[in-house]
């Protein structure tokens, strides 16, 4: 038995996002630069190194590709733009009526890369090793009592109080995955479980295996012919360390790399209608949106708060910056994780109400800080868009560019010294709405960084999360959004299309909603 829940899961595909849109290419050959798909080999590119590729340590956007594609976890996001879940390496799954007791029948004939079968005690050993290392993904295992292997293809995990977003744990690129007992203990060192092993090798069942791990460089990841779910098309996947767009570009029209990500929308748009190439947008749950300081500066004031949400063009900011890789924001969360009549973050643009309300400030708190990350091309234009609305209004924007690091150092800091907006661009855990709003708008938050507080929304999460009927929890998440939506400490701004580059002798570029920048390696290959 295979339960859904009507919140999120089995949401059609998101063909309201024109995108798959944008997934449009030439069907013509290639006439430039020409590719190297033909000798087995993919080869794509990462703008900086990734975390350790150990899956229990791994907790970041990027590596995903390579996380996703050497590990399986017992289930699946379908990669179809919908947050439907299908078994990986569990054929199937039950639930109880109590939602405490979720049933794994484990598929037969799935084996890790040393050759070992994979069974309900090597899952066993896996969900533990998540608890022992414990690291930041570890919370996804929090409300574990006990494990049951009654057999050696059920694995049974009970917990101790139901959790509505525990199936998406288990499907989420940062969830458990299955890895080999034999091969983490012969490379145990100390206790530590083989995590110092793990950051050069791996002990996954996917369909590539690490072969080379070489920090600032390369890594390169050899097909497994023994996966479960057939043999991949490529014989092996090489990913470049390119930290330069224009690099990557050039080196894709030289036949030198096959797939990129994460270009400017000037590079999209100038291989949109090229020949050789397609262009290949997919819906993503990933969100720029503002972070608004209520503890210092002008924006303490809820009014001004509310009339900043509407002083703000999105519809030209998606047309202006993102020439159609994303959509206007219409939601407190990311697009499709939620019914799209629950949660509501919508304005009519009206600029006049701030201005009217900043008119009424004295000179000195007419002054804000305006924050992004280093390195966002996108986010640095809507930045700069912003200062010239706010300015306009009478608001003297200061835009103050901070490094990852610098940003999620902020939660420890007092958040009076803090800038008065942040602009980010950010994906949650999974296609639950929990593991968006708690992580970023909770009280609290692991990512609240500027430590808003809404302590009726975060009762509403906190409801939310342990209610086990399906209209409930809905209620419960559509009510959180809403208050923050009033209290205006998180206003949106758009909902981004994950887009790709590609040459055109590569085919079966596939996508799962919740995995920004990552393809399925075990269904891409060579054209023809």
């Known amino acids: 038995m295979s339960r859904t829940r009507p919140l999120h899961r089995g949401l059609a595909l998101l063909a309201a996002l024109t995108l798959v849109a944008a997934a449009c290419g030439s069907d013509e050959g290639s006439s430039s630069g020409g590719s190297s798909a033909g000798d087995g080999v993919l080869r794509t590119a990462f703008y900086a190194d990734m975390q350790v590729p150990d899956p229990d340590i791994f907790y970041e956007v990027e590596g995903s590709q390579v996380i996703t594609g050497v590990y399986d976890g017992l289930v699946r996001y379908v990669d179809d733009g919908s947050t439907t879940i299908e078994g990986a390496l569990a054929e199937s799954y039950e639930v109880s009526d109590d939602e405490l007791t979720y049933t794994f029948t484990l ?309 009076t010294t803090l800038p008065d907006l942040l602009l980010e661009t950010a994906n949650p855990d999974a296609a639950h709405p929990d593991t968006w709003i708690r992580i970023f708008m909770r009280t609290g938050g692991a990512l609240n960084y500027l430590q808003a507080s809404t302590p009726e929304a975060d009762a509403e999460m906190d409801r939310g999360l342990h209610l086990t009927d399906d209209a409930a929890v809905a209620e419960a998440y559509g009510n959180a959004g809403d208050l923050i939506h009033e209290d205006a400490t998180f206003i949106t701004i758009d909902d981004i299309v994950d887009t790709f580059i590609a040459s055109d002798s590569v085919s079966g570029i596939t996508h799962s909603l919740p995995m920004p920048f990552t393809i399925r390696l075990d269904k891409v290959e060579p054209a023809g």
Do not use: C
Not at 198 to 210: E, K, L, R, V
Not at 349 to 354: A, R
């Open 107 to 415: 598929r037969d004939g799935a084996t890790f890369h040393d050759g070992t079968t994979v069974d309900s005690a090597a899952a066993q050993f896996s969900f533990e090793r998540r608890t022992t290392v414990n690291s930041a993904p570890a919370y996804m295992l929090a409300d574990v009592d006990h494990y049951e292997t009654p057999d050696a293809s059920t694995f049974v995990v009970v917990l101790t109080q139901p959790v509505a977003a525990f199936l998406d744990y288990m499907a989420s690129p940062y969830g458990p995955k299955l890895v080999s007992p034999a091969l983490v203990e012969a490379n145990e060192v100390d206790g530590d479980s083989a995590q110092e092993w793990m950051q050069t090798h791996d002990a996954g069942s996917g369909p590539f295996t690490i072969s080379e791990f070489s920090l600032g460089q390369q890594y390169v990841l050899d097909r497994y012919d023994d996966y479960w779910a057939g043999t991949p098309g490529y014989e092996q996947v090489v990913i470049s360390i390119i930290p330069d767009a224009a690099t990557q570009q050039v080196q894709l029209e030289g036949g030198d790399l096959d797939i990129v990500h994460q270009q400017p929308i000037a590079t999209i748009e100038s291989f949109r209608d090229r020949d050789g190439y397609q262009v290949v947008g997919f819906p993503v749950v990933q969100k720029t949106f503002l972070h608004v300081n209520e503890h210092t500066g002008p924006f303490q004031d809820k009014a001004l708060r509310q009339a900043l949400g509407a002083a703000i063009d999105r519809e030209s900011i998606v047309e202006d910056v993102y020439q159609g890789v994303a959509e206007v924001s219409t939601q407190i969360y990311p697009k499709g994780m939620i019914d799209e009549s629950l949660a509501l973050d919508e304005y009519d643009y009206d600029p006049s109400s701030l201005e009217g309300l900043v008119a009424g400030l004295d000179s000195g708190d007419r002054s804000i800080t305006l924050t992004y990350a280093i390195g966002s091309i996108n986010d640095q234009r809507i930045a700069e868009t912003l200062q010239k609305t706010l300015s306009d209004v009478g608001l003297d924007v200061t835009i103050d560019p901070k490094t990852t690091s610098q940003i999620f150092d902020m939660v420890n800091q007092d958040p």
